[in-house]
């Protein structure tokens, strides 16, 4: 029986040969250079931040050079996909503003000449490529059952060898095609493997984007192609979709690395042109033992990306976060260049990191604060009531009732040299800012005047600045200047210089003085600027609020 004969009693219903798939997933018109890449996850539950790490990298190079990005999903392991999972990843890209040119855009919708993008409508596809290695021979059906396999490993685990279906251990190898035929058409389940041509004890060479020349020993497994249920493997599915969808680069996890010779076979067998490959370090974190881990889905709320829209973390920080993880350049050519975005710095895979990266929350807010704090005031307005609408209903209520109100109270230190950087997330701004609304301000607040603790001195300070110097038309150094003419008449030290200088001879200071009427404003003693918030309060809200103490 010929190798064309058993082809075809394996896959009766491929109505295709390989010329067709060629033909119709021609080379791509795109300018010389430019790169094709890929987001491939499957659809096992959210996006992890390695994999938002990768699909910022991936989205970023073709645009620089013209190529085309799209979005690829791998379902072929069916035991590992979750409701909703194809629309959580969509969803998780579009939160951080990553846009495919092409793929899967929705549950059911699906855009570009290279598809279908998700791999279980892909079956055909796979089938005719494994028929095609089946009549070169370089294909068969393997009929070893689980316990037959699981055998075999115990076997080369007792006799120290290495462990998988290869030389003599493939014994279906070593069947006539008249047997394989025989046994398929009695029914006997059976997988597709590759009859693999490798020699282990010669190299097979990787030039790895990342980590240069790697060399490793041929394959020699005849892998599985084609399971029992007509799926592909991830190691077939991926080498067939990546030439038809005309990858040139393929950006993914070191764990992959030892699958590299298996791979390098496939394309080598089918007659593909790899892509070039970059293997990215493993996204790590430091435990407070002190071990360092991979980043986990399980242990690390902060591993998925929800977390950050969740929490109010602007997309643009994340992504300037990872940038300083994808390219060891590139936090040096932010602080260079402030004004800039993502989109004006070229990404070097020479400038990524071997060995993985330690993943730093802390690190992240510091550049969520500095983001913010160079946003304009009715910026962080529209991005935190965009965050209230969907989190905080109430705050949303609040800051839609005193749009004008909340823009003045944002833009508190902001339009200066050095502004300030207390805002780490649009989730945190409530609690920054709440006592500027009269509708917070109410119950059971809590004071703490600092160094002036007698309720009759500070009545005193309240009542004599209200009475005597507060004056809303002042501007900001008249008011200052009041202020220290109050602690002066006060008996404070309205120079801190000689406060300094003769603690003992007063009471207090200029600053205690202050802290008392900030205290009895805003409840705090660490706020922005007193004199821009009393003047977005007014004299009718901090009468009311003295009243307390008076």
Not at 155 to 176: D, V
Not at 366 to 383: C, P, Q, T
Not at 524 to 539: A, F, H, Q, R, V
Request: glycine share 6%.
């Amino acid at each position: 029986m010929t190798n064309q004969e058993l082809a075809d009693i394996m896959f009766p219903d491929v109505k295709h040969d390989v010329d067709y798939y060629e033909k119709l997933y021609p080379e791509r018109n795109l300018p010389e250079g430019a790169v094709v890449s890929r987001f491939a996850p499957s659809p096992t539950g959210f996006v992890h931040m390695g994999s938002l790490l990768a699909a910022l990298i991936e989205s970023k190079v073709p645009k620089e050079t013209g190529g085309v990005f799209y979005l690829r999903i791998e379902d072929t392991d069916g035991k590992r996909s979750v409701e909703n999972g194809i629309q959580g990843i969509i969803d998780d890209l579009k939160n951080f503003d990553i846009e495919i040119d092409e793929g899967v855009i929705s549950e059911t919708e699906q855009k570009g000449s290279y598809g279908p993008y998700i791999q279980s409508e892909r079956k055909e596809i796979y089938h005719t490529y494994a028929k095609h290695l089946v009549e070169e021979g370089l294909a068969y059906p393997c009929f070893c059952s689980q316990e037959e396999i699981d055998e075999v490993r115990k076997m080369q685990e007792l006799n120290k060898e290495r462990i998988g279906i290869y030389g003599s251990y493939a014994k279906c190898r070593f069947l006539t095609n008249e047997e394989r035929a025989a046994r398929i058409k009695k029914g006997e389940p059976y997988i597709v493997r590759l009859k693999s041509p490798g020699d282990f004890y010669k190299k097979v060479v990787l030039n790895d984007l990342v980590r240069g020349k790697i060399e490793f020993p041929e394959n020699d497994m005849d892998v599985v192609l084609i399971k029992s249920d007509g799926l592909p493997l991830y190691h077939f599915a991926h080498v067939i979709d990546d030439h038809l969808m005309r990858t040139t680069h393929v950006l993914r996890g070191e764990e992959w690395v030892s699958s590299v010779p298996i791979h390098l076979q496939l394309f080598q067998v089918l007659g593909f042109t790899p892509p070039q490959y970059a293997h990215l370090g493993v996204v790590m974190k430091i435990d407070e033992d002190g071990t360092r881990r991979k980043l986990s889905k399980r242990k690390d709320p902060e591993a998925a990306v929800s977390y950050y829209h969740e929490q109010g973390i602007p997309v643009e920080a994340v992504k300037l976060y990872l940038m300083t993880i994808a390219n060891s350049n590139f936090e040096g050519w932010w602080d260079q260049n402030p004004t800039l975005g993502i989109d004006d710095f070229h990404f070097d895979f020479k400038k990524m990191s071997l060995s993985g990266s330690l993943f730093d929350l802390e690190k992240l807010l510091n550049i969520s604060r500095s983001y913010i704090s160079r946003l304009r005031a009715s910026e962080v307005y529209e991005k935190t009531l965009t965050w209230a609408k969907e989190f905080d209903f109430e705050f949303a209520h609040i800051l839609e009732k005193y749009k004008d109100y909340s823009i003045a109270i944002f833009n508190i230190e902001r339009e200066q040299k050095k502004p300030r950087k207390d805002f780490e997330s649009f989730s945190t701004i409530k609690k920054n800012v709440w006592y500027m609304y009269d509708e917070y301000f109410t119950g059971e607040l809590t004071y703490d005047f600092g160094k002036i603790q007698n309720p009759e001195e500070i009545r005193k300070i309240l009542s004599t600045y209200l009475e005597d110097y507060y004056d809303e038309c002042d501007d900001k150094d008249t008011w200052f200047s009041k202020i220290k003419e109050l602690s002066t008449r006060l008996g404070y030290c309205s120079d801190m210089k000689e406060y300094k200088q003769n603690p003992d001879s007063y009471p207090g200071s200029v600053a205690d003085v202050s802290t008392v009427i900030r205290v009895a404003t805003t409840t705090s003693s660490m706020t922005p600027d007193l004199y821009e918030i009393l003047k977005l309060l007014g004299k009718e809200r901090i009468q009311k609020r003295f009243q307390k103490w008076m």
